[in-house]
């Protein structure tokens, strides 16, 4: 028998005109006996929308297929940048990702990270955290692997990428001791992510693929019933690590991508340029590729400025090739 329960939280949110406010994080918990818990999360950055439209699905259709074990659903972890669509806390201007820091948490962005850490870090065994690219990115769907500082290889890791379903994943190798692949080392947790989408815009194809990848996930985890695979796909692995994989302005201008998403370029190829229409006399300035590869990521917003990413490529690799990367 299935049993479901509300696990909502709140967090304190104070504003200069708002003194003991506080924004609730909804929190469903689905559980159908024994087996692994397993918490689906998106909307760490507000502005993600794929994830968040995906697990909110799921958040109604769960309860009538889940097996085995127990699934926490967090459709929008970061319920105040959800509702005002932004990535970063309005309330402190947050980054939610950056915000594991440990108690005593310093506002609302630390509060909903010290109730994760609280409450669901230690009560899961693995966890599927979406995100998107947000209004400034938009991203080949991929899966996502990020190894913390000098996190052990699991070897569940590329399973788990091919059972999300979608042919990219990519590799980040994180630092930050703040972020939540940060707090999930610390818990033990196993810890897929996804980048889909982006461009302060979703569609229901998006988001049905990421709740296909989600059920995939818990299919491979033994939470869902048996069912014939689905021939896995070729997963092709980028490292987004390598400072090469990154193209930043070095300087204003609006951004003429000359590429596509999922494009392969030539090493130094020309791949767009920043113009500067009330300028005319400025000269044109040429983009090149910093390496071959394919194109992950752009930005979709023209004006850019100094330091501002606006393309990611890397080389497609084996996703077999992952345990090098430890
Ligand atoms: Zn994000």
Redesign the pocket.
Known sequence: MVRVSREDFSVAAATNVSAYRRITVPVLRVEAGPGPAVALIAG??GD?WEGQAAILDLWHELPSILTRGTVYLLPAVNAEASLAGT?LSPADGGNL?RAFLGAPARGYTEGVAAALEARLLPRVQAMVDV??G?ASLRYLPSSVITRHGDDAYDARLPALARAFGLPHCMFFRGGEPGSMPAAASRHGVLRLSA?IGGGRETSQSLADRCRAGLLGCLGELGLLPDRTPAPAPEVRLYDLDAAAATLRARESGVFVPGVELGQSVAALQHIGRLIEPARPDSPMRALLSPQSGTVVCLRPIARSDDGDCLLQVAPALPLDSLVSKY
């Open positions: 760490v950055h993600e990535r990702n995100h998107s947000g980048e």
